[in-house]
C-alpha cells in the first residue's frame, strides 16, 4: 500500500488537538446579525466585521438583487481580458471620490489588495520596514516581492525612524502600517510616520481595513481621522468588514492605480467580482454617505460594552475601536473561555497563536451598530459569569 505522503499532517492535527488548540469550524446557520443561529444555537454574535450590519441592509440587498438580474451571477474572466464590467468602473470611481484620491482598483479580497499591491510596486532591491503586527496579507506581499524586510516593534515610531537611518541614501524603502490592527483594535499613529516618510523620503502604506466605514467622517477611515489626506501614497480598505460584502481596494494616484491594472497577479490572473458584489458596494457608500447615524450607533455600542467588560475587571489590552480583546494569556484557557460563552449563547472567537503572540491569546469581540442594548447586556453577563468560573476575573 501507497505511504500516505502528507501523514506529517495528521500528525501535526494530533498536536494541535494535545494542545487544547484544534478548532472546529463553527457553522453560521442564519444570517450573518447580532443574534443568529450558530451550529444550531441562538446566540449573541461578537464574532463578525459586519461592524455597521450592513450585510443583510436592505439597500444592499436589493441592489445586489437587481444586478443579479440584469447582468448575471458571473463574470466569466480576469479584469484584464473581458471581466471588467461598467460596474466595476463605477465601483472604482465611487470609491475614489469618497476617499478623495485620484483613482482606485478593487481586488478580490483585501488580502488580495495588500499581498498584490506590496509584491507588485517592489522588487528585491527595496525594503520594507513593518509594524511586527501588521496582517498577514502585508507579511506575505512582502515575502512574494523579495523585498528585505525589516519588522519595528508594535507602534514603536524611534525604532522605525532607526531603520529608515540605517538604510544607504537613495534606497526605496516602504513605510507599512495598519490603520487599525485587527487582533488588538489599536491605532497606528498615522502623523509621526507620514513624517518619518517625507524625512526619509519612502512609499507610505496604510492597511485600513478594520477603518474603513467605522473611523473617519462617513468612514472615511483613518487617513481622514488623522486628517493625513494626501501624505499616505498606497491606501488599502476592504469591502468585506463594515462594507458588508467582498473584496479589498488600494487607492492613491492614478499612476499607482495604471501600474497596479499592469503588475498586480490577483487583478491579472484571479477573476473578477460578480456584479451583484459591485453593485452592494456601491449601495454601501450611498448609505456611508446617506445614513451616517448607523456609525454613531456603532461607536455608542462600543463605548458601552467596553465600559462593561473594563468594570467586570477583564483585561481589555489598549483597543480605541470597536475590536476589544479579552486577554487570558493561555491559548488552551482562551479556547475554554470561548467555549463555556458559546454554551452560554455568547458567540465569541478564542484567538492564539500564531495569529496571535504566545502568551497573549485572547477571545476577541467585535460589537455592531445593530446589536441592541439587551443583547449587549446579555453577553456582559455571560462573560461575567463565565470569566469568574474560569478564575479569570473575580
Ligand atoms: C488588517 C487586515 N487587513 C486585511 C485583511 C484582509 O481583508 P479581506 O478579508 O477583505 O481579505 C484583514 C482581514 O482579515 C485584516 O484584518
Same mark, same amino acid.
Request: glycine residues 10%; aromatic residues 6%; hydrophobic residues 45%.
Given at each position: 500500500?501507497?505511504?500516505?505522503?502528507?501523514?506529517?499532517?495528521?500528525?501535526?492535527?494530533?498536536?494541535?488537538?494535545?494542545?487544547?488548540?484544534?478548532?472546529?469550524?463553527?457553522?453560521?446557520?442564519?444570517?450573518?446579525?447580532?443574534?443568529?443561529?450558530?451550529?444550531?444555537?441562538?446566540?449573541?454574535?461578537?464574532?463578525?466585521n459586519n461592524y455597521l450590519g450592513l450585510t443583510t441592509h436592505p439597500r444592499l440587498r436589493e441592489r445586489a438583487l437587481e444586478a443579479t438580474r440584469r447582468f448575471g451571477v458571473g463574470t466569466g474572466s480576469v479584469r484584464t481580458i473581458a471581466g471588467t464590467m461598467a460596474i466595476h468602473m463605477e465601483l472604482?470611481?465611487?470609491?475614489?471620490?469618497?476617499?478623495?484620491?485620484?483613482?482606485?482598483?478593487?481586488?478580490?479580497?483585501?488580502?488580495?489588495?495588500?499581498?498584490?499591491?506590496?509584491?507588485?510596486?517592489?522588487?528585491?532591491?527595496?525594503?520594507?520596514?513593518?509594524?511586527?503586527?501588521? $496582517? /498577514? =496579507?502585508?507579511?506575505? %506581499?512582502?515575502?512574494?516581492?523579495?523585498?528585505?524586510?525589516?519588522?519595528?516593534? @508594535?507602534?514603536? #515610531? &524611534?525604532?522605525?525612524?532607526?531603520?529608515?537611518?540605517?538604510?544607504?541614501?537613495?534606497?526605496?524603502?516602504?513605510?507599512?502600517?495598519?490603520?487599525?490592527?485587527?487582533?488588538?483594535?489599536?491605532?497606528?499613529?498615522?502623523?509621526?510616520?507620514?513624517?518619518?516618510?517625507?524625512?526619509?523620503?519612502?512609499?507610505?502604506?496604510?492597511?485600513?481595513? $478594520? /477603518? =474603513?466605514?467605522?473611523? %473617519?467622517?462617513?468612514?472615511?477611515?483613518?487617513?481622514?481621522?488623522?486628517?493625513? @489626506?494626501?501624505? #499616505? &501614497?498606497?491606501?488599502?480598505?476592504?469591502?468585506?468588514?463594515?462594507?458588508?460584502?467582498?473584496?479589498?481596494?488600494?487607492?492613491?494616484?492614478?499612476?499607482?492605480?495604471?501600474?497596479?491594472?499592469?503588475?498586480?497577479?490577483?487583478?491579472?490572473?484571479?477573476?473578477?467580482?460578480?456584479?451583484?458584489?459591485?453593485?452592494?458596494?456601491?449601495?454601501?457608500?450611498?448609505?456611508?454617505?446617506?445614513?451616517?447615524?448607523?456609525?454613531?450607533?456603532?461607536?455608542?455600542?462600543?463605548?458601552?460594552?467596553?465600559?462593561?467588560?473594563?468594570?467586570?475587571?477583564?483585561?481589555?489590552?489598549?483597543?480605541?475601536?470597536?475590536?476589544?480583546?479579552?486577554?487570558?494569556?493561555?491559548?488552551?484557557?482562551?479556547?475554554?473561555?470561548?467555549?463555556?460563552?458559546?454554551?452560554?449563547?455568547?458567540?465569541?472567537?478564542?484567538?492564539?497563536?500564531?495569529?496571535?503572540?504566545?502568551?497573549?491569546?485572547?477571545?476577541?469581540?467585535?460589537?455592531?451598530?445593530?446589536?441592541?442594548?439587551?443583547?449587549?447586556?446579555?453577553?456582559?453577563?455571560?462573560?461575567?459569569?463565565?470569566?469568574?468560573?474560569?478564575?479569570?476575573?473575580?
Amino acid at each position: 500500500m501507497r505511504r500516505d505522503p502528507l501523514a506529517y499532517l495528521t500528525a501535526e492535527l494530533a498536536s494541535l488537538k494535545a494542545q487544547g488548540l484544534y478548532r472546529q469550524l463553527r457553522i453560521l446557520e442564519d444570517e450573518q446579525k447580532p443574534r443568529t443561529t450558530v451550529d444550531h444555537r441562538d446566540v449573541v454574535n461578537l464574532s463578525s466585521n459586519n461592524y455597521l450590519g450592513l450585510t443583510t441592509h436592505p439597500r444592499l440587498r436589493e441592489r445586489a438583487l437587481e444586478a443579479t438580474r440584469r447582468f448575471g451571477v458571473g463574470t466569466g474572466s480576469v479584469r484584464t481580458i473581458a471581466g471588467t464590467m461598467a460596474i466595476h468602473m463605477e465601483l472604482e470611481r465611487r470609491l475614489a471620490e469618497f476617499k478623495q484620491t485620484e483613482a482606485v482598483v478593487v481586488f478580490q479580497s483585501g488580502f488580495a489588495a495588500n499581498a498584490g499591491t506590496v509584491s507588485a510596486i517592489l522588487g528585491k532591491d527595496a525594503v520594507v520596514v513593518s509594524d511586527e503586527l501588521n $496582517h /498577514a =496579507s502585508i507579511i506575505d %506581499g512582502c515575502r512574494l516581492s523579495r523585498a528585505s524586510i525589516k519588522v519595528f516593534p @508594535h507602534k514603536d #515610531v &524611534d525604532a522605525a525612524r532607526k531603520a529608515l537611518q540605517s538604510l544607504p541614501a537613495g534606497q526605496r524603502a516602504l513605510l507599512i502600517t495598519d490603520g487599525v490592527f485587527s487582533m488588538d483594535g489599536d491605532l497606528g499613529p498615522l502623523p509621526e510616520l507620514c513624517t518619518l516618510a517625507e524625512e526619509h523620503g519612502c512609499i507610505m502604506m496604510v492597511d485600513d481595513a $478594520h /477603518a =474603513s466605514g467605522v473611523f %473617519g467622517r462617513n468612514g472615511r477611515g483613518t487617513i481622514d481621522h488623522f486628517g493625513v @489626506h494626501g501624505r #499616505v &501614497d498606497v491606501q488599502v480598505g476592504t469591502l468585506s468588514k463594515a462594507i458588508g460584502v467582498l473584496g479589498g481596494y488600494v487607492a492613491g494616484s492614478r499612476d499607482l492605480i495604471d501600474f497596479l491594472y499592469h503588475r498586480a497577479r490577483p487583478f491579472l490572473f484571479s477573476t473578477s467580482h460578480p456584479p451583484a458584489v459591485a453593485a452592494a458596494c456601491i449601495a454601501a457608500i450611498d448609505v456611508l454617505l446617506e445614513e451616517p447615524q448607523i456609525i454613531d450607533r456603532l461607536w455608542d455600542n462600543t463605548k458601552f460594552f467596553k465600559a462593561g467588560l473594563a468594570g467586570l475587571g477583564f483585561d481589555t489590552g489598549s483597543s480605541e475601536s470597536p475590536i476589544t480583546p479579552v486577554i487570558v494569556g493561555d491559548g488552551a484557557l482562551a479556547m475554554k473561555l470561548s467555549d463555556q460563552l458559546f454554551a452560554a449563547g455568547v458567540f465569541a472567537q478564542g484567538i492564539a497563536a500564531p495569529t496571535v503572540p504566545p502568551g497573549k491569546a485572547r477571545v476577541r469581540t467585535i460589537v455592531t451598530a445593530t446589536h441592541t442594548r439587551d443583547e449587549l447586556q446579555f453577553a456582559l453577563d455571560a462573560f461575567a459569569r463565565v470569566g469568574r468560573a474560569l478564575g479569570i476575573i473575580s
